[in-house]
């Protein structure tokens, strides 16, 4: 069966520093991926899409890179803040019947 | 540029009962999707609907139905409510020919 897994419930680092989430996903080939910030009580908020035949992607301190060989993606924010603290989501497109499919998120804190 | 917004923010019923949420899309968004999202999961994905009509399905049973509207608002309609239906009801519009999706702050439902 499909399954997404971020591989973290939850990642502390230091302001500062860059966080680097996981994404990987198995037995499906999705056309793009996206993620998502979610704070706590609150819909998520669409941060960057890449489609299967980009490698890599930029926004700001935003750097997301997808590999469909490895069937991985990686999610960067660099100079992280106390801001940037909340749940990062990842959601594949499924294609059939327009679903997409959300991994479990990962809960990020940066410490001041 | 006004948002997708969710009424009710809150609501609690009891097993049995029948519930219907709303959603009104960002304005120039066609298609808008319904998710639950369970405490400490990714939302999963219920339906779609785009022009008025169901554009892909989950894997929901058939008491979770939905409506759209000329003016693309949208109702999710859950009846015969269960206990395990207790989570957080989103809804996302995309704009027509896009990938991202702009969620709404969610309906918290809780059944006793």
């Known amino acids: 069966s499909q399954k997404i897994e971020q591989n973290s419930e939850a990642l502390n680092i230091q302001e500062g520093k860059t966080a680097t989430l996981t994404c990987n996903y198995t037995?499906?080939?999705?056309?793009?991926l996206q993620w998502y910030r979610q704070d706590p009580g609150r819909g998520p908020v669409f941060l960057l899409l890449?489609?299967?035949?980009?490698k890599e992607k930029r926004k700001e301190r935003l750097k997301v890179t997808f590999d469909t060989t490895l069937k991985q993606s990686l999610f960067h924010i660099t100079a992280s803040q106390p801001a940037d603290s909340a749940t990062y989501l990842c959601?594949?497109?499924?294609?059939?019947?327009?679903?997409?499919?959300f991994g479990a998120g990962t809960r990020l804190t940066v410490k001041p | 540029e006004t948002g997708v917004t969710q009424s009710p923010t809150h609501l609690i019923k009891t097993r049995g009962q029948q519930v219907t949420l709303r959603c009104s899309s960002q304005?120039?968004?066609?298609?808008v999707s319904w998710y639950q999202q369970a405490l400490g999961q990714g939302p999963q994905f219920i339906f779609q609907?785009?022009?008025?009509?169901?554009?892909g399905r989950g894997n929901f049973p058939p008491r979770f139905s939905g409506l759209q509207f000329p003016n693309y608002s949208s109702e999710l309609n859950v009846n015969a409510l269960e206990l395990d239906d207790s989570a957080l009801y989103l809804c996302?519009?995309?704009?027509?020919?896009?990938?991202?999706?702009?969620f709404g702050p969610g309906t918290r439902l809780t059944v006793l």
């Open positions: 304005s120039g968004h066609n298609t």
């Open positions: 609907y785009y022009r008025e009509e169901e554009n």
């Open positions: 959601a594949l497109d499924m294609s059939k019947n327009n679903d997409m499919r």
């Open positions: 996302a519009s995309s704009p027509r020919g896009r990938n991202e999706q702009f």
């Open positions: 890449i489609r299967e035949n980009e």
């Open positions: 037995n499906y080939s999705p056309a793009y």
